[in-house]
């Protein structure tokens, strides 16, 4: 799969530029007291980071959609769907990749954008109370899976480039977060989950659960 956005991603560019020239500027003014500037500069790079990854080609694998750690995995239900489901959460701190992958192949049906507050996205009810944007991906076999990126304590704005109609391949980009969150996975009830909490994972290329071989219709 191409890459789009190598390295650093494309949302961080002019934050990026910011903390450099500020640098710079306070370098060129004070010498060593623009050591702060530096480490914020290098700071807001690595958060921007975006690396490729590769994409495990397991059939029916989940992929996780984000960098983080596991924090949910459960049965529960679907508030989007009004499902019974099985959820997996993943929780970004700062220090995580926070560019957004889908987990499956598959067609966005629905988007839902819910405001909210801005509670500690490792909490359980961030999932309920905090801003949120969620995607319905219906797969070419008919499982539905609910994705959705959740605002957390610091992180103000969440970023979806694409709506309802739009195909989604395992591990393309689809969103971004600023600046620490979380994602929910809902999935069919009969998945069988492969990650449990407190698990470190990878977007794209850690697997998360495994979808059924012939899931019921929609």
């Not at 490792?122 to 994705?147: F, H, M, P, W, Y």
Request: glycine share 6%; with cysteine.
């Amino acid at each position: 799969m191409s890459y789009p956005h190598p390295i650093i991603a494309r949302e961080g560019w002019p934050f990026l530029a910011l903390a450099v020239a500020v640098a710079v500027i306070v370098t060129a003014l004070a010498a060593w007291w623009s050591l702060p500037f530096w480490l914020a500069a290098l700071f807001v790079l690595q958060f921007f980071r975006d690396p490729p990854r590769p994409v495990p080609a397991e059939a029916g694998a989940v992929l996780s959609p984000a960098d983080g750690r596991i924090v949910a995995v459960g049965r529960t239900r679907d508030p989007y769907l009004n499902r019974e489901a099985l959820k997996i959460s993943v929780f970004m701190n700062v220090f995580n990749v926070h560019s957004n992958r889908s987990p499956v192949d598959g067609e966005v049906r629905y988007a839902w954008y819910n405001p909210g507050s801005f509670l500690n996205a490792a909490l359980d009810k961030a999932s309920e109370q905090n801003e949120r944007n969620a995607l319905l991906i219906v797969t070419a076999s008919g499982a539905q899976i609910t994705c959705v990126q959740v605002a957390g304590l610091i992180a103000r704005r969440i970023l979806c480039y694409v709506k309802t109609g739009d195909r989604l391949s395992r591990g393309q980009r689809y969103g971004f977060i600023r600046f620490g969150s979380r994602v929910d996975l809902y999935l069919p009830p009969d998945a069988r989950p492969r990650a449990v909490v407190g698990d470190v994972v990878h977007a794209t290329s850690s697997v998360l659960a495994e979808l059924p071989q012939s899931p019921a219709q929609p």
